[in-house]
């Protein structure tokens, strides 16, 4: 039976009989010369390899925000998307030679932006020899990339449509730590092997191991749950680091899609840490350099003792949206008849440098304007303007809106059932603090814009008791602050480094959260409907699906029973209500309210 493209490309991977360098020919003489000295035979005793790397592209071809209509802009005037990337690794190739440079990813590639959303759901891509092509397997493969590690966000449209991207790739996704449910097996290519010419001595090979997050059992639960399991990250590296040593490998390389510092947001849902890196360098010999992702921060180079060899693994992690690049120069010497790694350094460089490679931004064009048709539909009105900028600390109507879309939702789902009598609470996060709805004619990507992610709804029936314990949870956000201490809202929230995805706003209920107590002892005055919360009540909460599994680790959620799920985004529940109703008027939401205090007296006014 001919093997289609896909299962040439992961058979090719997994072996480890190696893989050519695609073009790879004997250096030439300049550059040889810079691959190190020779023997006096003709024969270079040392060679430089540079393996580049990006992460968490999240579905940015170009340098567009989809949500604004316009090229990408930050605070810091960063630059985003593989067109800019593309331009780096050009130069970081010429500078080194092809020959003698890999270019990896260490996750999250498929979700993120529009552009992602519309192949995965408006036109879904089907395969390799149908349907559309996904513009981020357009872009990666025309820049030949060699493997890239799957990230948690690659599981959000399922299964299904991640086959579908990784027919289209050229290259291999890699996850040594995503296996079939039953059988233990790899789902996908653990690794790859790669064999780079060297004029008259054995050719330096390099070998690739992706691992990915355990945190995918979790967050997409009810995409893997009963089909793949997810093993920690060390656990799976003590297994296939040996391995690529005993087929040869003179240099190991990781692309991990967790972070370095060991942290975990889900709790003990599952017995393997979410941001393992570090440890897989400390506790796994034989690693040279690791590829650090999903945790959205720059880090040029951090330096790992391994805790048994003494010998220093070298990590990077190139920001995120394709902001950077991680550049990985390893010297190797030729001694004793085989290769050793001699030295190796890691930088991150700028996209915002560098122009849009125009290969790469025409290939993508006609799939851009595409989604940049969609996005600008008009699908209703607003009565005045709302924005997100001050959602993180004060109750305001923009997220008072997410929470009436969601809460409207699930009565109508419950209607007619034992459970519709209850009160019905929602909860919703400050994903964007640029997010915005504008007085008058709203777009398609105006609301899109309030829920970046791809999170569905669940319901799921909460005591009082359980409700208050969610709140003070959500509570520990904000920076404990004195009575008398002067107030700064850039500083006041996001503390011991909890993410604006993490913080929770409730509705049908008010409530006051009093900063001035510590984190636990903070919700006071914690009403439903004017009275106080029976801590015996139960409630309805509307909860997306990643809070629902676990995500951030709030307490009773994950366990509580569920009395309805959705399927659907709650972006499109969103988009879905606005051409409903044709308008959005925030003087009809509910009253319910909750704010900042200290000792009784608001924050802010």
């Known amino acids: 039976m001919p093997l289609n493209r896909r299962d040439f490309i992961n ?66 005037h960063n630059d985003v998307g593989l067109a800019k990337i593309a331009t780096l690794v050009e130069q970081a ?47 990666m493969n025309h820049m030949k990339y060699d493997a890239a590690a799957l990230g948690n966000h690659e599981f959000n449209y399922g299964i299904p449509l991640l086959r579908a991207f990784q027919e289209q790739c050229d290259f291999p996704l890699l ?25 008259g001595l054995p050719p330096v090979k390099v070998g690739v191991l992706g691992l990915t ?19 920690g990250l060390v656990e799976q590296a003590k297994v296939y680091v040996p391995r ?49 992702g999903h945790t959205h921060v720059e880090r040029p180079q951090t330096l790992v003792v391994n805790e048994e060899t003494g010998r220093t693994v070298v990590l990077s992690e190139p920001l995120y949206w394709g902001m950077r690049l991680s550049v990985f120069d390893i010297d190797l010497a030729f001694e004793h008849g085989r290769w050793h790694v001699t030295s190796v350094t890691a930088e991150v460089r700028n996209a915002n440098t560098v122009a849009e490679d125009p290969q790469v931004a025409q290939l993508v064009r006609g799939e851009h304007q595409k989604v940049v048709d969609y996005v600008n539909q008009i699908i209703g009105t607003c009565s005045v303007a709302m924005s997100a900028a001050e959602s993180t600390y004060k109750d305001t ?40 709805i504008p007085a008058g004619q709203v777009s398609l990507r105006d609301v899109a814009g309030l829920y970046v992610y791809e999170n569905t709804l669940d319901a799921k029936i909460l005591t009082g008791a359980q409700v208050k314990d969610y709140l003070e949870w959500s509570a520990a956000y904000f920076v404990q602050t004195a009575p008398d201490a002067p107030v700064d809202p850039a ?20 409530y006051d959260i009093d900063i001035s107590r510590p984190a636990g ?85």
């Open 93 to 139: 190739r010429a500078e080194k030679g092809h020959d003698r440079t890999l270019l990896i990813d260490a996750g999250d590639i498929i979700q993120g932006t529009q552009l992602s959303y519309y192949y995965a759901r408006v036109e879904p891509i089907t395969g390799a020899s149908t349907g559309p092509q996904h513009p981020m397997a357009l872009a």
């Open 491 to 510: 500083k006041l929230t996001n503390a011991n480094n909890t993410p604006d995805f993490s913080y929770d706003v409730l509705s049908g209920l008010s």
């Open 175 to 199: 996850a040594a730590n995503a296996v079939d449910a039953t059988t233990l097996r790899p789902a996908f290519p653990p690794y790859l092997v790669k064999e780079l010419k060297v004029p």
């Open 11 to 76: 058979r090719s991977a997994a072996t480890g009989a190696g893989v050519a360098l695609a073009g790879a020919v004997a250096a030439a003489p300049a550059q040889a010369a810079e691959a190190g000295e020779g023997d006096g035979k003709g024969r270079q005793k040392t060679f430089a390899l540079r393996v580049l790397g990006t992460t968490d592209l999240h579905g940015h071809a170009l340098n567009w925000d989809y949500f604004t209509d316009a090229e990408y802009d930050d605070a810091a």
């Open 397 to 436: 109507p923009i997220i008072d809106f997410i929470n009436l879309v969601q809460a409207d939702t699930v009565r109508a789902a419950l209607a007619g059932t034992e459970y519709a009598g209850l009160p019905v609470l929602s909860e919703a996060s400050p994903f964007s603090r640029t997010a915005a």
């Open 244 to 292: 690529l040593r005993a087929l040869g490998c003179d240099v190991v390389i990781c692309t991990d899609h967790s972070g370095l510092d060991g942290g975990t947001t889900y709790g003990d849902a599952v017995p393997y840490p979410e941001n393992a890196s570090s440890q897989v360098a400390a506790q796994v010999p034989g690693i040279d350099a690791i590829l650090v």
């Open 213 to 231: 997050n355990p945190g995918i059992a979790v967050w997409d639960k009810a995409n893997v749950q009963g089909r793949m399991a997810f093993p």
């Open 521 to 605: 002892s903070r919700i006071v005055n914690l009403t439903a409907g004017g009275q106080p919360v029976d801590p015996a009540a139960q409630f309805v909460l509307a909860v997306n699906n990643y809070r629902s599994s676990g995500g951030s680790n709030y307490p009773h959620v994950a366990a509580a029973t569920s009395v309805w799920s959705d399927s659907d985004e709650i972006r499109n529940t969103i988009i879905a209500w606005v051409r409903a109703h044709g308008g959005i008027d925030p003087a009809s939401f509910p009253a319910d309210r909750w704010r900042l205090t200290r000792a009784g007296v608001p924050v802010f006014a």
